[in-house]
Nanobody, 123 residues
Framework: QVQLVESGGGLVQAGGSLRLSCAAS????????MGWFRQAPGKEREFVAVIGWSGINTYYTDSVKGRFTISRDNARNTMYLRMNSLKPEDTAVYYC????????????????WGQGTQVTVSS
């Protein structure tokens, strides 16, 4: 069992930065691929980024490449998403999730989900 709690969301101006954190409980955190997803008002939830269990492999959706960086600290059972050069279209509720593989995460499948944290980017 893995429980996930996101933090770090907030209101920021366009061009600004935020760092989201996802704290996981449970001893099996390091065996999961960890991902970030987001859901904007009136839109479906979409994949943002994923990092493999070792932290070596990372994948991003095209719209955030070069601006967002995903990372993890298995010793602290924590995953991060550094978001730079934020745009109003990045406004959404951001969810962290644990998936068996990076491919599953990229396909939108996860075994565990956090409750979400709101990110609002003003123009």
């Amino acid at each position: 069992q893995v429980q996930l709690v996101e933090s770090g969301g907030g209101l920021v101006q366009a061009g600004g930065s935020l760092r989201l954190s996802c704290a996981a409980s449970g001893r099996i955190f390091s065996s999961y691929a960890m991902g970030w997803f987001r859901q904007a008002p009136g839109k479906e939830r979409e994949f943002v980024a994923v990092i493999g269990w070792s932290g070596i492999n990372t994948y991003y959706t095209d719209s955030v490449k070069g601006r967002f960086t995903i990372s993890r600290d298995n010793a602290r059972n924590t995953m991060y998403l550094r978001m730079n050069s934020l745009k109003p279209e990045d406004t959404a509720v951001y969810y962290c999730a644990a998936s068996k593989t990076t491919a599953q995460a990229m396909g939108g499948t996860a075994d565990y989900w956090g409750q979400g944290t709101q990110v609002t980017v003003s123009s």
